[in-house]
């Protein structure tokens, strides 16, 4: 029952003062951690971040973010960037389980980011999880016409080895990228703009995960008229996109195993330590028939397409969220309403 240790986030990152009451998201505008991801060693990785001022207005934004590596004591093994946080959102980050390699999603800049900042928005940066050091960033070009910006959610997978990593972007844009280059290696464009009657129609890509044996995982969102479109006046799209609320399976050499369908969205991926069992939590709001959540279970050594990989579908009341994990050998899921 007692404090080993404690570390204060916001001697990097900055204090602010209580959210007004009554605020739905003033605790968003806190010093925080946003992610805490525990190594095989006992360590930790740990993202700290602090956003504050008008969301709508970039320019009146102050952001402070970084990364840390942490013993099982609390001592601090390294922090990115080294001298201090860096003015700019750090949106995501991952490891390997060994923690030999770190991905960081670069998101947003702000009215501190500097001009010269040799960090930029739409980036990946990966680390060496041992020391800290910067392996190398590849800084990603928005999806003219449709998309001005390059925008990701908590849309980065380490695969097991250290040696990849899969990536989603709001454009529908999904990518393998390699760690020790820092490189792209392949990219997918299952939810990319089409045209529709005129009107340009996308899937943003949510979740990603890489899971052992190389195979990763994808999921595109419902369908959606793109932001920077010059049709801003359409409400809704359409039609709906081809591979909207989707889940792609991909092998490692880039070919698309399988996919799944059921006309919901998808929230996060889990599996066992052997890669065979996958689960996902899933949300479907229909103004006919209601809402429809759960999580959904798949035994991906099945032989078949992804309707004969789905063991069962385990429905709730109320709305899933992309929290949930999986036992070690896939005998249990937990899951949150």
């Not at 009451?21 to 806190?30: D, E, I, P, R, T």
């Not at 992309?322 to 899951?335: I, K, M, Q, R, V």
Request: charged letters at 20%; glycine letters at 10%; a positive charge.
């Amino acid at each position: 029952g007692k404090v080993l240790w404690r570390r204060r986030l916001a001697d990097d990152l900055e204090s602010s003062p209580p959210p007004p009451k009554g605020s739905l998201y003033g605790m968003y505008q806190l010093p925080a951690c946003f992610r805490l991801q525990m190594l095989a060693d006992g360590d930790l990785i740990v993202l700290g971040l602090h956003s504050w001022g008008d969301h709508a207005r970039s320019e009146s934004m102050k952001r402070w973010c970084r990364v840390y590596r942490l013993s099982p004591g609390g001592r601090l093994r390294w922090a990115f960037p080294q001298e201090g946080a860096m003015p700019l959102g750090l949106i995501h980050v991952d490891a390997d389980p060994e923690g030999r390699r770190v991905a960081v999603l670069a998101a947003s800049s702000a009215g501190n980011t500097p001009a010269d900042l040799p960090f930029k928005p739409g980036s990946i940066y990966v680390l060496d999880g041992k020391t800290g050091e910067l392996v190398g960033g590849h800084t990603f070009e928005p999806l003219k016409p449709h998309f001005e910006q390059v925008k990701f959610w908590l849309s980065v997978s380490v695969g097991p080895r250290g040696k990849l990593a899969s990536l989603g972007m709001s454009d529908g844009r999904t990518f393998l990228v390699d760690l020790d280059r820092v490189e792209v290696a392949k990219t997918f464009t299952f939810g990319t703009p089409i045209m529709i009657s005129g009107v340009p129609v996308s899937a943003r890509s949510t979740f990603t995960h890489l899971a052992p044996g190389s195979t990763a995982y994808f999921q595109t969102a419902n369908s959606t008229v793109p932001y920077a479109s010059s049709a801003l006046h359409v409400a809704a799209p359409p039609g709906p996109h081809p591979w909207a609320n989707t889940i792609h399976a991909v092998g490692p050499e880039g070919r698309v195993r399988w996919r799944y369908r059921s006309g919901h969205e998808y929230q996060g991926f889990w599996t066992s330590t052997d890669g065979r069992w996958l689960a996902t939590c899933v949300i479907k709001d229909d103004a006919r028939t209601g809402r429809d959540a759960g999580a959904m279970l798949f035994d991906t050594r099945r032989k078949g397409g992804g309707s004969s990989k789905l063991v069962y579908y385990y429905r709730v009341e109320g709305k899933t969220f992309f929290h949930a994990d999986l036992a070690s050998d896939g005998s249990a899921l937990a899951f949150a309403e």
